[in-house]
């Protein structure tokens, strides 16, 4: 019989203890993402849930369930974040999946807070989303706020009407 050092279930171990503190990078077949330590921001758990299965099955979901079982669909400002963490975290499909539910989701009633509101401003691929729906749906947005007098008396309208006019310029 020989006898010698070596033994399968030993390196095996002695493999697992080395890679363990590495992640065992490079035995999974997904593409990773490292994850930048940012301990400022918490991040909604519903939220870093649907990046996750988006990762593993390539499914959005912008839903959770409730403790009671019942279904509950994101708000906008969950969506948001999401589209933040996909953008910080460089996941452009997942992008491009939650620009579609902003553009699926354009109402002459939301329009105007998202056109205005800082978030989108932060990102420009967003913020081109919304001012196209604007522009194609101008007489709709309009027709829709004609009795709310804070859309005529802020300079919300003045505002809105130059994008619109800056486009058809430019065309």
Request: hydrophobic content about 35%; some cysteine; proline content about 2%.
């Amino acid at each position: 019989m020989c006898r010698s050092g070596f033994s399968e279930d030993i390196q095996f171990k002695q493999r697992l203890e080395v890679k363990r503190s590495r992640g065992l990078k490079g035995w999974f077949p997904r593409p990773q993402i490292e994850l930048r330590d940012d301990k400022c921001s918490i991040i909604d758990f519903d939220v870093a849930y649907a990046v996750l299965v988006y990762l593993y099955t390539n499914t959005l979901r912008l839903s959770s369930y409730k403790q009671s079982g019942e279904l509950e669909t994101f708000d906008e400002s969950q969506a948001m974040e999401l589209y933040s963490l996909a953008h910080y975290w460089a996941i452009p499909t997942l992008q491009d999946d939650i620009l579609l539910w902003f553009r699926l989701l354009c109402t002459p009633e939301n329009i105007i807070s998202r056109v205005t509101d800082s978030f989108e401003a932060t990102y420009q691929e967003l913020y081109e989303v919304n001012v196209t729906y604007l522009r194609e749906n101008w007489c709709a947005v309009v027709r829709f706020h004609k009795y709310n007098s804070s859309f005529y008396a802020e300079g919300v309208f003045s505002r809105l009407h130059m994008l619109v006019k800056q486009k058809r310029q430019s065309e």
